[in-house]
């Protein structure tokens, strides 16, 4: 069974840091892309962040490059979200997904999600 469980979220000063993480069981997880993305309150969920197992290479969005960095732990079947600067726009519920092997910034190219876990970024 697919299971992605996301935790490390919490509530944290503008300017602070958080890591997400987001634990992998139940496949392959050299053979998937794990992908973050988020939904604030009244907004449509987008993507944020994804990292490829074909050659580790990672995406972001325009609105978190510079301040957050995705990376993965094989031996943990763990991929996590160091999110730093952060600031008020960036609270939101957040979400693990995955795919086949290759990133896609689709919501609906991945097919198993995390339950998620809430980000609130204080002013």
């Known amino acids: 069974e697919v299971q992605l469980q996301a935790s490390g979220g919490g509530l944290v000063q503008a300017g602070g840091s958080l890591r997400l993480s987001c634990a992998a069981s139940?496949?392959?997880?050299?053979?998937?892309?794990i992908a973050w993305f988020r939904q604030a309150p009244g907004k449509e969920r987008e993507g944020v962040a994804c990292i490829s197992a074909s050659d580790g290479s990672t995406y972001y969005a325009d609105s978190v490059k510079g301040r957050f960095t995705i990376s993965s732990d094989n031996a943990k079947n763990t991929v996590y979200l160091q999110m730093n600067t952060l600031k008020p726009e960036d609270t939101a519920l957040y979400y693990c997904a995955e795919r086949w092997v290759y990133c896609s910034q689709a919501e609906g190219a991945f097919t198993s999600w995390g339950q998620g876990t809430l980000v609130t970024v204080s002013s």
């Open positions: 139940g496949f392959n997880f050299d053979d998937y892309a």
